[in-house]
């Protein structure tokens, strides 16, 4: 629990700016290619998967560096599938 951890940032823009917590989902290198809840993509030149299923809502504090952005397919895709989990 005490590791640091990637994740994506899925709350809008406008609200990260005026709360102090960010709704993220977290990164994983261990891939579960059946389980429809996770995005697969590369995340610094590895196969990872963004975890919709373990989304959560945090402390910007806790937040590290910028280590990258999702592609606009990517971003696309992450959006269907929480939308496809969540509800609109």
């Given at each position: 629990?005490?590791?640091?951890?990637?994740?994506?940032?899925?709350?809008?823009?406008?609200?990260?700016a005026?709360?102090?917590?960010?709704?993220?989902?977290?990164?994983?290198?261990?891939?579960?290619?059946?389980?429809?809840?996770?995005?697969?993509?590369?995340?610094?030149?590895?196969?990872?998967?963004?975890?919709?299923?373990?989304?959560?809502?945090?402390?910007?504090?806790?937040?590290?560096?910028?280590?990258?952005?999702?592609?606009?397919?990517?971003?696309?895709?992450?959006?269907?599938?929480?939308?496809?989990m969540?509800?609109?």
């Open positions: 629990m005490s590791k640091s951890r990637p994740v994506v940032i899925v709350s809008l823009d406008e609200l990260n005026k709360l102090q917590t960010v709704t993220v989902c977290p990164l994983t290198t261990r891939i579960h290619s059946a389980w429809r809840s996770r995005l697969q993509l590369i995340c610094g030149g590895l196969p990872a998967e963004v975890a919709v299923d373990q989304i959560r809502t945090i402390s910007r504090t806790r937040l590290g560096k910028k280590i990258g952005s999702l592609s606009d397919d990517e971003a696309a895709a992450l959006r269907r599938l929480i939308t496809e969540y509800g609109e």
